[in-house]
């Protein structure tokens, strides 16, 4: 088993409906129809809430983008050849589900049979034992799954919030295709990316055949490729492994070498050329330590460099940094530059 993190940040407002009535949820309009948007969960009689994501959501949009991915490469991923997958829904389809086009790459060719299964059939979970219910109420194990792609929510959930503090409503039209006139509309609620705009999961990877590799790098590539959801364009990344802590300590630790660095500028312009630093080195904790050894070296046309004026006993700031981030220790380097900038800043505003 392997669990890949994921963050999804949304770059335009997107779209969000309401979901608490469960009696409605499968008959009223304002429900089926906004089930490709982000979900507004709060208690009946409760009036606030949180928005959150379903796992669903984002595996249809990943299934769609590796889709794309194989039409524009033939059907080939990472070497290895791929069917068009075959979806099985087990029985009569709901009338509520929607039918979408999907991309093809072999007209004639028919989804793998057991056991050469390719990575696209594992991708869509066709051939894992999902199928198969747990003797618990929780529905299926998640170790039957191939793929488990988890809801995802808001990081370090804030109170809860009230929907109509945080979000408009906006009315959307639905366009039959056939005249290209608008058939009717429902109403759905819009929130600002800038304001609740960032969202953070797990999807578990429970596969362990001998394409693990390729569909983990299949999974990867689509999610890089997914640009829209929620009626937004937005980006899904791969988080990176969480930075060790900071103790408390090395705060105390970062103000004071933040006062020795600010001796070393000028009178002139001081507090402006202190604010570019800290904002500098907040922006190196996502390079890496190596970051160091590539910063711009001697001078302009006018003054040294930043990174070459002496802090103390003639020595240049790049080298007073190495000490003082610990450029030998990746894990603690996000957390370190990210204190320093920030006491850099504080001691300019002092």
Request: charged fraction near 30%.
């Amino acid at each position: 088993m392997e669990s890949i993190p994921v963050t999804l940040t949304f770059l335009e407002p997107y779209r969000v409906v309401e979901w608490y009535a469960n009696e409605d949820r499968r008959s009223a309009e304002r429900y089926l129809r906004g089930q490709s948007f982000a979900r507004w969960h709060r208690k009946k009689n409760d009036k606030k809430g949180r928005p959150y994501i379903t796992g669903t959501l984002l595996r249809s949009a990943a299934i769609r983008a590796a889709e794309e991915l194989l039409s524009l490469s033939g059907g080939v991923w990472d070497g290895q050849h791929c069917c068009k997958g075959q979806f099985l829904s087990g029985g009569v389809k709901p009338e509520y589900m929607r039918k979408r086009p999907t991309y093809i790459w072999a007209e004639k060719e028919g989804a793998c049979s057991a056991p050469d299964y390719c990575p696209f059939c594992i991708f869509l979970g066709d051939r894992d034992q999902a199928e198969k219910k747990a003797e618990s109420q929780n529905g299926y194990p998640d170790k039957s799954y191939h793929i488990r792609f988890g809801n995802l929510s808001l990081p370090d959930p804030p109170p809860l919030l009230d929907l109509k503090e945080v979000a408009v409503e906006r009315t959307l039209n639905r366009v039959d295709f056939q005249t290209a006139k608008a058939h009717d509309y429902f109403k759905v609620w819009e929130i600002s990316h800038e304001d609740l705009g960032v969202y953070t999961g797990q999807i578990v990877i429970h596969y362990t055949g001998p394409w693990q590799e390729k569909v983990k790098s299949l999974l990867e590539g689509s999610l890089r490729f997914v640009d829209r959801l929620c009626g937004a364009l937005c980006k899904i990344e791969m988080a990176p492994k969480p930075a060790r802590p900071l103790p408390k300590s090395l705060s105390v630790d970062m103000t004071e070498h933040a006062k020795i660095i600010v001796t070393a500028f000028d009178d002139a312009k001081k507090a402006e050329k202190v604010r570019g630093l800290a904002d500098a080195m907040r922006s190196m904790g996502s390079k890496g330590p190596t970051i160091l050894d590539k910063l711009p070296a001697g001078h302009d046309d006018r003054d040294h460099h930043t990174w070459d004026v002496t802090i103390v006993d003639k020595t240049p700031l790049r080298t007073y940094l190495k000490g003082v981030l610990r450029a030998d220790d990746a894990a603690s380097w996000p957390a370190l530059c990210k204190a320093l900038g920030n006491a850099l800043y504080d001691v300019s505003q002092g």
